[in-house]
């Protein structure tokens, strides 16, 4: 589907930050925050924000040092690039193969955005054991930028989900409860 899109928009970048303030619609955003959040290089992101500009998809915040900018809210083309550019259900399914060199995977289970709900509290639950922080964060970052916002995940062990799963902890309550999708299965845990 980011192929697609790729070719459908002409670059790369430029999917990355339509998705950033298309996703972040109350957000301020600067030119380098913009250029570190999408991982694209500052003078790519300065060509691309002056085409959303000139498109008047977004407009620069007047007194603000450096320049921020947002979402220009009478736009016309807001909604319908949204749905078009909304591909964070689709990448749920690649998540196994995203994650595999941060440790030894048990379970993977997507909510949130990954399921079309913008405003839950968890969009990634990891559990394994041996797992990479530091691999883990690069791996979450890079799929940050390609999906224009920010994913709240956590990870922990087997053991520890066990036994948070045996209280009925309210942070796995708030995922298995509510909409959801088991990408990642290897505990054999019978939730659906």
Known sequence: MTDTLTKLFGSETRVRLLRLFLFNPRQSISLAEAAVRAQV????????????????????????????YGLAEDSPYIEALQNLLL????RAA??????????TLKLIVVAGIFVGQWDDALDLLIVGDRIK?????????MLEAEVGKDVKFTSMST?????????SDRLLRDVFDYPHRIVLDRLDIGLK
Do not use: C, W
């Open 133 to 141: 922080e530091r691999a883990l964060l690069k791996k979450i970052k």
């Open 41 to 68: 290089k500052a003078s790519e992101a300065r060509q691309e924000i002056n085409l959303f500009m000139r498109l008047g998809l977004i407009e620069r915040h007047p007194r603000r040092s450096p320049s921020r």
């Open 94 to 103: 690649e998540m196994p193969a995203l994650l595999r060199s941060v440790g």
């Open 87 to 90: 591909n964070a259900p689709t």
């Open 159 to 167: 053991a520890d989900f066990f036994y948070r799963l045996n209280l």
